[in-house]
């Protein structure tokens, strides 16, 4: 298969979605990829099968030679930096080559060192050859895909990741695939998963300051995703990425969804479930407005609100939002919580004012982007 940056159009199987676990209690399910030891026994990229044409499985859209977008420029080269962190820089163009379209293989990229392991496969650093274009490579395996019923899940990450343009939103680049594997194109975000962060600071908890900044920037993602109707709907740590400078990155669009209408399937991680979906009723963006929320709560905390020693007692919690605070977080930020954990969807605080809250306002180290106001 091969891709396109406005690449929707490509069909794979629709088949019923069943997501593995994953998060820290007890998940419904995930599509994440975690964070791997730097040595592991990878599963080996053919190159010489991998470059034949598209099977039967996926027909292959068109995709440009290069993505353009305000996330992927240039970023000068700190000095000390590590190899990884190194300067990423554009590829030109010329406009013949824009005319001409781009069909992907394996071979024309350096694989580099793995970034994470998945239960579907993979995800590397790999460079572009001709332009030096540094990137992240998700590789999924087709015969995974197919066992685990998850094609169509796989073909909505594309379509929607594809479209979407934020500078805290995980660009998608492009998409191909071989007789074995489909290739993700992703934007590289050096500083890894948020949850890893999260872990190596003392008490596993941030300081109001740095957590006020990551909830800002989310809602502004959120606030731009839902302006053109897509929930995201798993939103968690693991699933949040730094950029090079620190800047939160949305990502795994496994279980977005076009929002046109309302939805009753239950997906995402239970610790972030909102009430109306664990009661399995239909539910619609507000469901992300309480994952920010949640999200709040375990950046100050160290924990999600609603963690349990099984899977019923969270889920009673969850049904009657019943949690506590912690005597060491501040007033204002007991407030944003509490306003965005409601049981009642329409009374959840709007991410509007979420970006105006006292807290986030006086908090935050960054500004929210010109769409957002």
């Not at 044409?53 to 027909?59: A, D, N, R």
């Amino acid at each position: 298969m091969t891709g396109k940056e406005n690449g929707s159009g490509t069909v794979l199987l629709e088949i019923q979605t069943q997501k593995p676990k994953e998060h820290r209690s007890k998940p419904v399910s995930t599509y994440s990829t975690t964070p791997i030891k730097k040595q592991y026994n990878a599963r080996p990229i053919n190159k010489a099968s991998s470059a034949r044409k598209s099977s039967e499985l996926m027909p292959p859209p068109k995709v440009s030679a290069v993505p353009k977008s305000r996330n992927a420029t240039p970023v000068k080269k700190p000095a000390g930096t590590s190899q990884e962190k190194k300067e990423i820089v554009k590829p030109q163009e010329t406009k013949s080559e824009d005319k001409k379209k781009k069909r992907w293989v394996i071979t024309d990229f350096n694989i580099g060192r793995p970034l994470g392991k998945g239960n579907y496969g993979n995800v590397y650093l790999v460079r572009e050859k001709r332009s030096k274009f540094i990137v992240a490579m998700k590789v999924l395996f087709k015969d995974q895909i197919v066992k685990a019923n998850i094609a169509h899940q796989v073909r909505r990450e594309v379509e929607i990741q594809t479209h979407l343009r934020h500078p805290n939103i995980l660009r998608m680049y492009g998409y191909f695939h071989d007789d074995t594997r489909v290739y993700l194109i992703l934007e590289y975000a050096p500083n890894g998963q948020l949850f890893k962060e999260l872990d190596n600071q003392p008490n596993r908890r941030f300081d109001e300051a740095k957590a006020a900044t990551y909830v800002s920037q989310l809602a502004d993602a959120l606030k731009y995703c839902h302006a053109r109707k897509v929930i995201h709907r798993d939103i968690k740590p693991e699933n949040l990425l730094l950029g090079l400078n620190g800047e939160l990155k949305m990502a795994d669009f496994g279980w977005s969804v076009h929002a046109s209408s309302r939805r009753d399937t239950l997906c995402g991680t239970l610790d972030y479930l909102s009430p109306e979906m664990v009661k399995g009723q239909a539910y619609d963006h507000s469901v992300d407005l309480w994952g920010l929320g949640v999200l709040a709560y375990e950046l100050l905390v160290g924990q999600p609100p609603f963690l349990a020693d099984t899977f019923y007692e969270s889920y009673c919690k969850i049904k009657k939002a019943r949690y506590k605070f912690p005597n060491h977080l501040s007033s204002g930020a007991k407030d944003l919580i509490s306003k965005l954990l409601v049981v009642e969807p329409e009374h959840r605080l709007p991410l509007d004012d979420v970006l105006n809250h006292p807290w986030i306002v006086q908090n935050r180290t960054t500004e929210p982007t010109e769409d957002s106001f």
